[in-house]
């Protein structure tokens, strides 16, 4: 899975259901059977947001005689079972369906199952209607299996341990387009219902996390890879800007067979985009789903790509699909490819620097994460979801770390032969670690039991302090070498060989230094004093590094245009001064480096700076004609607080077209408290764009100004704009109204407009109107959010009314509110005797706000 954009590319918080208080190891669960082949017939109804259907599991028992056959089901309604093998009867506990044969099925036999049920799933299929607030043109619905969401609309062995082929026939209205795994395989109208029947078979085996059915109005752009049909549907309202994330679909085909060296497995690609997906994407079979929020204009220039998304999702379509990790503790083995070949693209295509620049900022984001000491191959989570969320960065970064490191040692030709066995060994089967590390030491010769020892069945990385000196006399260069990481635990003392490059003159000089202790001294003599000593020139060891080279030695590294790791270094070791020479080079390299990358590091370690001749640096510095460099030199200019800095902002926005742009100076002009910057944004919350992006950064800026006077101007835009924000965007304006009225005496207007879209028809409106309402602070509300936290168990609306009730209990009023209240009756206790009427004033509204009893004096609710 990929999460949004940002944040995380792939998977969204599923329960485990009833282990969330077991900590115990997690293994895959025992099979029973051998399922075969899974058939299901469902007819979804749209209105009602119920599905009806059947699903038929042919199955084979395996060494063991098989007296109860257990299936996952959630909340699933059985009508009825019929089996080849008679059955004595059936129990359906809600969580699993259990079925009792009348004689045990003996070893190696063959059977079938067919299960009638009905479901009005709170997960795994998802409406998209209007009943629910979506247009009625881009009615549809789509499905989610991973990691277990299926067995909340069909029963099945919800586990990734079993691979079988599957095919689904869907009954819809005739103008609808059904899609889903595999092949198209017919299509007809029922002459009694009208409905049209389509039916899919996926006819390689697969596991049941990549079952996939979407259903409903959709527009497609079609485009063919040598036989294979490659298809991109969007919801007929958004088909305007479907190309601009369709695009680089062939480009991506093409270079992944290449790369991998296996063609791609299935009967087909479509990308399909829904409305208000909970992930980025999802790699199902010959369908990835994608966020339709991956959608861009072009008037965004280069700041929205989905680039990323689609390379993601595509090299799942081997790494996760056609081989898919036996249970979750290895999921890495899934999405550590994906994440690697999306950076391999990114090489290919926008060049080398574009794909060092992936992993420099994946290696930043793992070695600066505090209390990193669980092991990537892990079997303690809670849930199967938290190693895409809490150790997502494990699973995802890390993992194409592990990769990265890999080729790096074996180069790319051993490499792609070594990924090639894996893949065509397991084809269609599980994978786990150790079949990786097998497959890479066959091919190569080599072993790699150290690497996956320390990286992979142990935690962190190195923490490296090192220390340059040059022995003029001698000659001799001499690198001090520290393991600073906190040996304890999973945590131990890494032994790896460390590439250094030295360069003097037109000479480079490399050297491995092989570490394996705590502290070591090495010495390299050398022709002459080096103008640059580079620890890992490449970029092929995950290390967190602190190294400071003296400052001619920044200034050269920071002028080697083949060096942009270099370059990236030199420019974040610079914005940690603040004398004139270093701004100037950081000027220098935000105005002339030929990458984008450095010269955004370059704007941002100006801001950090924080002086005088960084400001003029930054307001100098020319309109960059990189969107992606404009924005971020707006953004730092945001961050000083003068009135050249409001003006450059201003300024900007007189001549900036790029409504993304405009959005971030939005968002910057908030902390000002400028009047003119005051009605610039009440302008854009009022204003139209592409997804209502500009009114959402007003929205944004108005949380920043945080003055209560915009509480009304944001009420009537709400109510007036509804429909123009999109779900997520609307969510965000009720979330900043109920913190702009969060200090308020009266919050009563606020709170009967948030009980109100607490009825709102769209699921993701009624769930932020829930988070607001704990925002707001109001214990009034509380007896609104009980009603629904009596919702459907597993519901998401019933787990934020909790949340919320939990924060208006533990507060009554919000912490800050108190800290003020505190403080002011503290300083009027220190002031004049002649204030003594208004401490008793205050006095009286703290014992009201804070009664003793929880309950006494509180009004009644309304
Ligand atoms: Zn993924």
Redesign the pocket.
């Known amino acids: 899975?990929?999460e949004h954009q940002h944040t995380l590319?792939?998977?969204h918080w599923t329960q485990f259901p009833g282990d969330a208080e077991n900590k115990a190891q997690r293994y895959a669960p025992p099979r029973q059977v051998d399922v075969l082949d899974l058939a299901l017939d469902v007819t979804p109804d749209f209105k009602n947001r119920r599905v009806s259907g059947t699903a038929t599991i042919t199955f084979q028992t395996m060494l063991k005689p098989v007296e109860t056959l257990r299936l996952d089901a959630y909340d699933l309604e059985i009508k009825k079972i019929t089996s080849g093998p008679k059955i004595a009867s059936w129990e359906n506990t809600d969580r699993a369906l259990l079925i009792r044969f009348e004689k045990p099925i003996p070893a190696l036999r063959k059977g079938k199952i067919s299960i009638t049920y009905e479901a009005e799933p709170v997960k795994g299929l998802y409406f998209r209607t209007p009943e629910l607030g979506y247009k009625k043109t881009d009615m549809h619905i789509w499905t989610q299996g991973e990691t277990i969401e299926a067995r909340h609309w069909f029963p099945c062995f919800d586990a990734p341990n079993e691979f079988f082929t599957s095919s689904i026939t869907c009954h819809v209205p005739k103008g609808m387009t059904v899609l889903s795994n595999g092949r198209r395989a017919g299509e007809k109208i029922d002459p009694q219902t009208g409905l049209k029947a389509v039916t899919w078979m996926q006819e390689k085996p697969h596991v049941n996390y990549l079952i996939s059915l979407v259903a409903g109005y959709f527009k497609k752009i079609t485009e063919k890879h040598g036989d294979l049909s490659m298809s991109f549907w969007t919801p007929p309202s958004e088909f305007a800007e479907a190309a601009n994330s369709f695009r680089e679909t062939k480009q991506c085909m093409e270079f992944m067979e290449k790369e991998i060296g296996v063609p791609y497995p299935w009967a087909k690609y479509d990308q399909v985009c829904v409305q208000d997906f909970n992930w980025g994407?999802?790699?199902n079979t010959s369908l990835s789903t994608l966020n339709a929020s991956t959608l861009f204009s072009l008037e965004t220039e280069n700041l929205r790509s989905s680039q990323g998304l689609v390379a993601?999702?595509l090299a799942?379509q081997w790494f996760?699909d056609l081989v898919t990790c036996k249970d979750w503790s290895h999921i890495w083995l899934?999405?550590g490819f994906?994440?690697y070949y999306t950076h391999l693209f990114a090489g290919h295509k926008d060049g080398r620097d574009h794909m060092l620049y992936g992993l420099y900022r994946d290696m930043k984001s793992i070695t600066g994460r505090s209390n990193d000491v669980v092991p990537m191959v892990n079997r303690k989570y809670d849930r199967p979801s938290d190693m895409f969320r809490k150790y997502g960065y494990m699973s995802?970064s890390k993992g194409s770390w592990i990769l990265h490191m890999i080729r790096s040692t074996l180069g790319p030709d051993l490499f792609r032969k070594a990924v090639k066995t894996y893949l065509t060994r397991h084809r269609h089967g599980n994978v786990v670690t150790e079949n990786l590390r097998t497959a890479l030491e066959e091919v190569s010769g080599r072993t790699f039991d150290r690497m996956f020892d320390q990286y992979v069945y142990h935690a962190h990385h190195p923490e490296l302090k090192i220390s340059y000196s040059w022995d003029s006399k001698a000659k001799l260069a001499k690198l001090s070498v520290k393991q600073e990481q906190k040996v304890e635990g999973d945590v131990m003392l890494f032994e790896l060989a460390l590439p250094i490059r030295f360069k003097a003159g037109d000479r480079t000089i490399d050297r491995t230094i092989p570490l394996s202790k705590a502290s070591e001294d090495f010495y390299f003599p050398l022709p002459a004093a080096p103008e640059s000593v580079r620890i890992d020139p490449d970029l092929t060891v995950l290390a967190k590094t602190d190294f400071s080279p003296p400052i001619a030695m920044l200034h050269a590294q920071l002028a080697d245009p083949k060096d942009v790791v270099g370059r990236l270094l030199a420019v974040e070791a610079l914005g940690k001064r603040n004398d004139k020479t270093s701004v100037e080079k950081l000027k220098e390299a935000l105005v002339k480096d030929t990458f984008y990358g450095v010269r955004l590091a370059a704007s941002k370690a100006l801001r950090g700076i924080d002086s005088e001749h960084a400001f003029e640096a930054l307001v100098s510095s020319p309109r960059q004609k990189d969107a992606r460099v404009r924005r971020q030199v707006l953004s730092d200019l945001g961050s000083f607080y003068k009135p050249a800095a409001l003006a450059a902002l201003k300024k900007s926005l007189q001549g900036e077209k790029n409504p993304a742009i405009r959005g971030s100076a939005i968002r910057s002009l908030a902390g000002f408290g400028d009047p003119g910057a005051a009605g610039l944004i009440r302008k854009a919350l009022a204003s139209s764009s592409y997804r209502h992006q500009l009114a959402d950064a007003a929205v944004s800026a108005l949380r920043t100004q945080d003055d209560p006077a915009e509480i009304e101007n944001l009420l009537g835009v709400i109510r007036k704009d509804a429909g123009k924000f999109t779900s997520r965007g609307h969510g965000s304006a009720l979330r900043g109204l109920a913190y702009l009225a969060r200090n308020e005496d009266d919050k009563s207007a606020v709170r009967r407009f948030l009980i109100e879209r607490c009825g709102h028809p769209n699921p993701r409106v009624k769930q932020a109107a829930l988070d607001a309402l704990g925002e707001l602070g109001d214990p009034k509300a509380i007896a609104t959010l009980e009603k629904f936290a009596r919702g459907r168990d597993g519901s998401p609306e019933r787990s934020k009314a909790e949340n919320a009730i939990e924060k208006l209990r533990a507060g009554r009023k919000p912490v800050d509110d108190f800290k003020n209240l505190r403080q002011e009756v503290n300083e009027l206790k220190k002031s004049n005797e002649s204030l003594g009427k208004e401490l008793d004033d205050l006095k009286k509204r703290m014992e009201a706000a804070y009664p003793e009893k929880p309950g006494k004096g509180k009004k009644k609710s309304d």
Do not use: P
């Open positions: 899975m990929a590319l792939c998977r994407g999802m790699e993601h999702e799942h996760g899934n999405e994906a994440t995802y």
